[in-house]
């Protein structure tokens, strides 16, 4: 019995120290396999190792080292689609403001008020108050109504004017472009004066427009901003035999390139030459026109029948604004209506009256009381749309009333009445209490003659420009409703 138990605990010692060493070696095993898997990227061909193997999650392996690319990556980046913007209405890309004053009347006593110790002239002071006006438009012109003929003639007013040379540098000074020279006393130093005052006028600096050298147009083509506005100046004359003619009732002028003009009882001439005028002008790129137009009966505050007739005939011709003077007085305006083209309509005003002159109250019985002192800066402008058109687009007037200040001295100057700062005009304009008053009744005295004229253009001129910017808004919706 003791042999069988001794036995029996023999064979299970056997057992346990098999268990053991083979526990032992499967550990060693094991702990070697996962030492060379870590260490190791060896593989193995042996079987046991590949059974564990498939026993053991397989781990993801990492790159030993980083790879930068050299290039870059051939596929291009996405891009936004491209925004297509809708085009514009067609707008206003230019504007030309184009001002004018009346008659430069230059009578002795005015002058001789410009006289200095030194034995020269200075026209400074007339132009002291209105020269910010001039100098703000695009384009100034005003009206010559006196010659430059220069030492061989006098120096005097009425009924020869000859004025000193001196004049054309203040005009210059006060911001002018242009000098109207074709009038009534453009001839009063004779044939020999009307050259030298187209050349005097042009040697300072100015254009000149009405009287010309032999050959020369008679218009002028003004580009203004960018836009071409044709210009032309004619005056009425004497003629005794409708062949010769005389400026003032003087000598005949023998040139009959010199100036241009017409005679009340022949007013074809100007139709027929303003016509091919017109034409010319056309032709050569003008967009704009303006006639300037010496004529009409002085001191009278109305036009008559012939500067209607004409002013009409110049509308049907196509001319956009008519600017008259001659009456020393002002005159009224009016929208005219053509009768050739519906669609077009011209602005006149028929005179500016007298921008500077001694033509005083008192002086004469001829001179109505005030409206001889009182004269306007007419101001018109031109709009160009980016399709190339150009229209009239508005008018304006301001006042100007000829102040004569007597207190150290003797000083005539041009005094603008902007209605808009009539709070101001006693400190702008340096203004007694009585100046201004009197100024007050020269502003008065303009406005209740052009005023109605005058609001009549506005309005239709408004009226034209929203109508023209609306059709130009629907062509637009049209255009891009169609694509």
Not at 131 to 137: G, P, Q, T
Request: aromatic share 10%; net charge negative; proline share 5%.
């Amino acid at each position: 019995m003791k042999s069988f138990w001794r036995s029996l605990v023999t064979a299970f010692k056997i057992i346990l120290i098999t268990l053991l060493v083979v526990s032992i070696a499967g550990t060693g095993i094991l702990g070697w396999y996962f030492y060379d898997r870590i260490f190791s990227d060896a593989p193995s061909d042996n079987a046991l190792f590949q059974f564990i193997e498939s026993l053991v999650p397989q781990r993801e392996t990492q790159p030993t080292e980083l790879m930068i690319p050299t290039e870059p990556p051939t596929t291009e980046p996405p891009t936004e689609p491209p925004t297509t913007l809708p085009p514009e209405p067609e707008h206003v890309v230019s504007r030309a403001t184009i001002g004018t004053v009346g008659d430069l009347l230059m009578h002795k006593p005015v002058f001789d008020s410009c006289y200095q110790s030194d034995g020269t002239y200075n026209f400074e002071s007339i132009f002291r108050y209105i020269k910010d006006d001039i100098s703000s438009l695009d384009y100034a012109i005003a009206n010559l109504e006196t010659t430059f003929g220069g030492d061989n003639y006098k120096y005097q007013g009425n009924p020869a004017f000859n004025c000193p040379d001196s004049l054309a540098d203040g005009v210059v000074e006060a911001g002018f472009d242009m000098l109207l020279t074709a009038n009534n006393h453009a001839g009063d130093t004779l044939g020999p004066g009307i050259i030298r005052t187209v050349e005097h006028v042009r040697g300072s600096g100015l254009a000149t427009l009405g009287t010309q050298f032999s050959g020369e147009p008679r218009y002028s083509i003004v580009d203004v901003n960018g836009i071409k506005i044709g210009m032309v100046c004619y005056t009425w004359s004497y003629s005794g035999d409708g062949v010769n003619f005389s400026l003032n009732g003087l000598s005949p002028v023998k040139d009959e390139g010199q100036v241009n003009y017409f005679t009340n009882n022949n007013p074809d001439k100007l139709y027929n030459e303003a016509q091919q005028i017109m034409d010319e002008m056309k032709r050569q790129g003008a967009e704009a026109t303006m006639m300037f137009i010496h004529w009409g009966v002085e001191y009278v505050m109305v036009e008559n029948a012939l500067q209607d007739a004409i002013a009409q005939r110049l509308c049907d011709m196509g001319f956009d604004v008519i600017v008259g003077g001659h009456p020393h007085v002002v005159q009224p305006m009016d929208l005219l209506s053509s009768t050739v083209d519906p669609d077009h309509k011209t602005v006149v005003i028929y005179s500016l009256g007298n921008a500077v002159s001694n033509q005083r109250t008192g002086i004469s019985d001829l001179f109505p009381a005030g409206y001889t002192e009182d004269g306007a800066l007419f101001n018109v402008t031109f709009c160009k749309y980016s399709d190339g058109t150009v229209y009239l687009e508005d008018v304006d007037v301001i006042p100007t009333w000829v102040d004569l200040r007597t207190t150290n001295g003797r000083y005539y100057h041009i005094l603008p009445l902007d209605g808009s700062k009539t709070d101001s005009w006693q400190s702008l304009l340096e203004l007694s209490d009585v100046g201004l008053a009197a100024a007050t009744r020269s502003y008065n005295r303009t406005m209740g003659i052009v005023g109605e004229g005058l609001n009549l253009a506005k309005q239709y001129l408004a009226d034209a420009r929203e109508n023209r910017d609306a059709n130009y808004l629907a062509a637009l919706y049209e255009t891009l409703y169609a694509a």
